[in-house]
């Protein structure tokens, strides 16, 4: 079973149209949730860890929230250098790694 | 500030040989993590080390694959025998200390033909 899964597949936005992208997850005892960028061919940046739910951290236009199922990823009025995959991760249960979703790959066009 | 690095950034090799990649963390990172990842999908774990102990392997990991991290500083991992579903971007992180974040570096591409 999926411990994390993120929607859209893909999002192709106009520079300026704000939109969400979802990450649900279903680990118990979360023990953080992680946000990275990753552009092609490159390898994830980090962007954002949250804890516990009604956290909210921000980032140029870049704001993830977190609830107790799941977290969102806002971006307001973005610009074309916002086009990426981003995706979401959370501890293994037990495990120092990451699990991570499929990613959103967002195209936002001029 | 030298992030995380890794060597090489491509490589393409024939099915059956021996390959080996390099990592180097970010100084004074104590934990460090090696991740496969395909297209389309997230990263996914092959194997953790703290300092020079490797403490976690995913269930996923073939024979195939060794990883070392000799006086935990730099690491490489080795896959023997390649075969063509070893093709792959592999990706090293590392972390500091208690903190979860782990920084990636920019991975070695594998191609095998």
């Known amino acids: 079973e999926d411990q994390v899964t993120q929607s859209p597949e893909a999002l192709r936005l106009q520079e300026g149209e704000s939109s969400s992208l979802n990450c649900s997850y279903t680990?118990?005892?979360?023990?953080?949730l992680f946000w990275y960028r990753q552009d092609p061919g490159k390898g994830p940046e980090f962007l954002f860890t949250?804890?516990?739910a009604g956290e909210e951290k921000e980032k140029e236009r870049l704001k993830a929230t977190l609830t107790k199922k799941e977290s969102f990823l806002h971006i307001t009025a973005p610009k074309p250098e916002d086009s990426a995959t981003y995706l979401c991760?959370?501890?293994?249960?037990?495990?120092?790694?990451?699990?991570f979703g499929t990613g959103t790959r967002l195209t936002v066009i001029p | 500030d030298t992030g995380v690095s890794q060597d090489p950034r491509h490589k393409i090799t024939k099915r059956g040989q021996n390959v080996t990649f390099r990592c180097d963390p970010i100084s004074e990172h104590n934990r460090l993590y090696w991740y496969r990842q395909t297209l389309g999908q997230g990263p996914e774990f092959l194997t953790y080390?703290?300092?020079?102990?490797?403490?976690?392997k995913s269930r996923l990991l073939s024979d195939r694959f060794s990883a070392e991290r000799p006086k935990g500083s730099f690491s490489t991992l080795e896959i023997q025998r390649t075969e063509q579903g070893d093709s792959a971007m592999y990706l090293c992180a590392s972390a500091r200390g208690p903190t979860p974040e782990a920084f990636f570096g920019q991975g070695t591409r594998l191609t095998v033909v």
């Open positions: 949250l804890y516990s």
């Open positions: 080390f703290q300092n020079e102990a490797q403490l976690e």
């Open positions: 991760a959370v501890p293994e249960p037990g495990a120092n790694n990451l699990f």
């Open positions: 680990v118990s005892g979360l023990r953080g």
